[in-house]
Each structure stands twice: as C-alpha cells, then as structure tokens.
C-alpha cells in the first residue's frame, strides 16, 4: 500500500514549494492547488486522505475551502495554514471542523508530525466506525480484489451520504444485499432500522399486508394489528430484494410510498406517514419488463435514482481465490484447512453461474466432506452443464419427448398439466410445486388461481 495522497493549498509559490517538498521527501503522494477555486476543483474524498489549506488567499478563502470540504465530506480530516500568532482564526478555523493548524512559516518537523496524527486519528476514527457497524450486525463482510468490485463499493459509499433511493442489480449470488447493508452502514440512518423482505417470497395475497401494514379486523384473520414492513423502517432503511416480482397492484402503493412519504395501512382511513429510505434490488432487466407492461416505468425510475451494477463473479474473477481462502477459514472453525494449488486452478477454471453464493455452498462442502487437513479437489460438486443452462432434469426430459405434433400445441393446455402434474408430485403443497417448477410461490397461486386449479 502506498503513502496517502495530500492535497497542499497555497497561494505563495516558495511556501507551497516547500511543502511539496517536504511532503514528497517524507514519502507522501502530494498535489499543489493556487488558489481555492482550484483546490475544490481537484478535490474528492475518494482521492485525497488529507488537506493542508492556507486560510489567507485571493478569492475563495482557505475558510471556505474548509467549509465546503467539511459540508461534502465531514469526516475528511484538514489543516490550516495560519501566520503566526493568529490564534483567533486558528480556533475560529477548528471550530468550523479542522483538525489542527500549523503556524507560518512552518518547519518541517512541525509540519510532519501535524500530518501523521491527522492521519492516525481519522484510520482510528474509521476503525472504531467499523467496529460499531459490525457490533450492530447490519454491515456484513465483502472481500474485494477487483477493480470492478471497488468501483461498485466506490458507488456505494458515495451514495449512502444522501437519501436517493438505490436500485442494485445482478444476477443471482452476486451479493446485492451485501452491498445494501453498506449503503445502509454508512450513512447518517446507520443506527436505524435496516428491514429486509423479499418480495418474491411472500404470497401476492399477504404482501401488501406485510409491506404496508393493516389494522385489526381488516380481513379475515386480522386479530389483531400489524405495522408493515415501512413502519418498521421508518428512521432507516428498507431493502426490496426481487422488486421486478411485485404485483402490478402494489406497484402503485409503492410509487405513493415513494413520492408522497406516507403508507396506506389496510382497512386504514389515514395515511401514515413515514421516512424511509428505499434501496431494492433485482436479477431481472427491469426496463424491458416495464417496455412489456410488466413493471411501473414511472416507479422504475423512482427506484433507479442511482443505480449499482454487481458484476457476476466470472467478470471478477480475480475473486475467487481470496473468496476461497475467506470461505474455508470461517467455515472451518478451529480446524486449519490447507487449500492446495490444484483446488484454487480448479475452482478458477469452473464457471460458477451461482456466482458468489455457489461459491459458497462448494466450500462448505469441502470442509465438509474433507477427511484430513488439506481440501480435495475430489470433493467439489459435479461441474455445471453450462451457465444459464435449463436443469439438468428438465433437459433429460425434453430429450425423452417424442415430436412435436405437426397441426400445432396448445401451449396453456400444455400449462395446466404441468401443474396439475406437479401439484400431484407434490401432495397438493404449492409452495413445494413452485420451488420445483423454479418460479415464485405468488406467481404459481396466480397462474392457478387464473387456470381454475385447486390443489386437491
């Protein structure tokens, strides 16, 4: 790791020389800003661990400078320039959020060591912020080794400062939730409610229920009253994983929620009003849904104020190893677990269309079936017929068919009996059929409620 970069403002030509200078001696990554305009010009947090600003200067002041770094990035550690004796524009200076100043002209030695304990207490300040972000258990651990997962990370971090709500998209395993909890672990809602559902785990007749709310005796069932998914984040931040399977009907509540910051409750007669902010996710091209009258296009772009892309593992696939060795060790408790060369080449070479969470599931069950203290190769699960692939029970199936009637098929005949089949295969569970037939539990409940299929 190389030295943090230093942002050096000042407007005379010999003083900002001569902390170039001692900057660039000392090992520091150091860039030189005339003026303050040029100053705000070139900074970002992503860039610079540290600025050193003249406070007197032409035009924009080093004040300003300090003021609208701080309003940008208020954990940025700065240091002001002050001619000595100005002890009242040095406490004016570190009121308005500077870390320390450093009388002019300066030495080295007092320049130096001004640096380093800025620097040292910011990683202290951003160590004892992880920690309590851990200690909260909303923020999970990402290993990061590409440059394609630093640049989503990157995002991330730069949109939790604000309250626009995050659409995460990527394929399945990916680890979307992962990089919602950081959104939500790094800004101001931190140590609010984070509230998780998936939208397409809960049957279309209880979601709006569960997302909204409802009062007693609002249907059948209702004994007694419910809060919803919103009230429980209200302060925080809810996270909407598989939004592309929101039924068309709640897609409108949710656009209200979104624009207006209240909840209809369910057998409700006012709003309530709520602050949430709103991060969803999904697998599915929601665009193209929305070009097909599938999704709300107006809500699409509500939820898409910024958008975080999660590349698939095989676009990041200098991941694997350390992905691997991270697995291995937390699932393998007080065991120490050797991971031979030929297992890593092995894993690389695999496609991995589970992507992060079939990585996952592989080392469990190397640790698993592992005999001794080194992993085999011999353990992993059989290689996958191809990425994106139908199951393989489903293509033996297919194969077996005879052909296809020349007059023609009738497609939703051909529907029914799959599920009537499967609603047999499986005694009538329709949870179980879904999962077998690989569509949500809602999505089957609507395509036999539409069939007229019961599950007797």
């Not at 902390?19 to 800003?33: S, T």
């Not at 007749?205 to 709310?213: A, R």
């Not at 910024?306 to 593992?313: C, K, S, T």
């Not at 699960?381 to 297919?398: H, K, S, V, Y």
Request: glycine content about 8%; aromatic content about 4%; proline content about 6%.
């Amino acid at each position: 790791m190389g030295k943090p970069r230093i942002l050096f403002v000042e407007d005379d030509a010999s003083g900002r020389e001569l902390g170039l200078y001692n900057l660039r001696k000392a090992g520091y990554e150091a860039d030189a800003a005339e003026t303050g305009e040029q100053a705000l010009g070139l900074f970002s947090p992503e860039r610079y661990a540290l600025v050193i600003t003249d406070l007197k200067m032409p035009g924009i002041s080093g004040m300003e400078v300090l003021a609208t770094i701080k309003k940008q990035a208020p954990d940025q550690p700065v240091l002001v320039i002050t001619a000595y004796g100005s002890v009242d524009v040095a406490v004016e200076a570190m009121k308005q959020g500077a870390y320390d100043f450093i009388d002019k002209p300066f030495n080295r030695e007092h320049l130096l060591l001004s640096v380093q304990r800025a620097l040292d207490h910011h990683a202290l300040g951003e160590e004892v912020q992880d920690l309590r972000r851990k200690a909260r258990g909303i923020e999970r651990e990402l290993v990061v080794a590409s440059k394609a997962m630093a640049r989503v990370l990157d995002i991330a971090d730069r949109v939790a400062q604000s309250d626009a709500s995050v659409l995460i998209t990527g394929e399945t395993g990916t680890g979307k939730e992962l990089v919602a909890r950081r959104v939500h672990a790094r800004s101001d809602r931190a140590d609010k409610p984070f509230v998780a559902i998936n939208c397409a785990a809960v049957p279309a007749e209880l979601l709006e229920s569960e997302l909204f709310g409802h009062e007693k005796g609002a249907f059948t069932g209702a004994t007694r009253a419910r809060p919803g998914r919103f009230r429980q984040a209200d302060t925080g931040t809810l996270f909407l994983d598989e939004i592309g399977e929101l039924p068309p009907p709640l897609q409108g509540k949710l656009l209200r929620v979104l624009q207006e910051h209240v909840v209809d409750v369910v057998g409700g007669d006012t709003p309530v009003q709520v602050d949430v902010r709103v991060i969803a996710a999904t697998n599915q091209d929601l665009l193209a849904r929305a070009r097909e009258g599938a999704f709300r296009e107006d809500l699409l772009y509500r939820l898409n104020v910024v958008e975080i892309r999660v590349p698939p593992l095989p676009e990041r696939s200098e991941e694997i190893e350390p992905l691997v060795r991270h697995f291995v060790e937390r699932l393998s408790g007080s065991r120490d677990l050797a991971i031979p060369d030929e297992l890593i080449t092995e894993m690389r070479a695999r496609p991995w269309p589970g992507n992060v969470r079939q990585l996952e599931n592989a080392c469990e069950r190397l640790v698993i079936l592992c005999r001794g203290d080194t992993l085999s190769a011999e353990d992993l699960p059989p290689r996958e017929p191809g990425r994106g692939g139908i199951r393989a029970g489903t293509g033996a199936l297919l194969d077996s068919w005879p052909p296809l009637p020349e007059d023609g098929l009738d497609l939703v005949d051909l529907e029914k009996r799959v599920i009537r089949r499967v609603l047999e295969l499986k005694k009538g569970n329709v949870t179980q059929a879904a999962t077998y037939l690989g569509v949500p539990r809602h999505i089957l409940a609507y395509r036999m409620a539409k069939y007229g299929i019961s599950r007797e």
